[in-house]
């Protein structure tokens, strides 16, 4: 997943002082269905798995609350997923790609998840076409086209 470099820098930075541990994941890899070992930048004490609802419990819902929001479930954590996919989608990236870096198999569910958010398509497409039709010599639409009659 590609990051920009001020975002690299500060994971960089948490990488050195607290390296990636390697953690058995509780399930197995739907394709070849033996189990998944992953380096986790963020894991317990103990070194496994962070649980999405202690996070939640512990992190998230306090940064909310001192921030003045209400905890809801459309502010939760898997809202920063959807954070990231709209702001790349707006920005016009590649669906395949994102697919890819949401850990999606097939882009048609990301399209079917995502499609709703981007609502500037339409104005990105024309502002597309125009660029590329009026840089056309001769092109001033229907009443340029020759007369055969």
Do not use: C
């Amino acid at each position: 997943m590609p990051l920009p470099a001020s975002v690299a820098g500060v994971v960089q930075a948490h990488l050195d002082m607290f390296p990636a541990v390697r953690v058995t994941l509780p399930w197995e890899d739907p394709v070849h269905g033996k189990p998944v070992t992953v380096p986790l930048l963020f894991t317990t004490r103990r070194g496994s798995a962070v649980r999405q609802q202690v996070a939640a419990d512990q992190i998230w819902h306090p940064a909310l609350r001192a921030a003045g929001v209400e905890v809801s479930r459309v502010n939760g954590m898997h809202a920063l997923r959807h954070l990231y996919a709209s702001a790349l989608l707006d920005a016009g990236e590649n669906i395949k790609a994102l697919a890819e870096w949401l850990g999606h198999a097939d882009p048609a569910f990301t399209l079917r998840v995502y499609a709703h958010l981007m609502p500037e398509s339409p104005k990105r497409a024309r502002r597309a076409l125009d660029a590329l039709l009026g840089g056309l010599p001769g092109i001033d639409g229907p009443g340029a086209a020759p007369d055969h009659g």
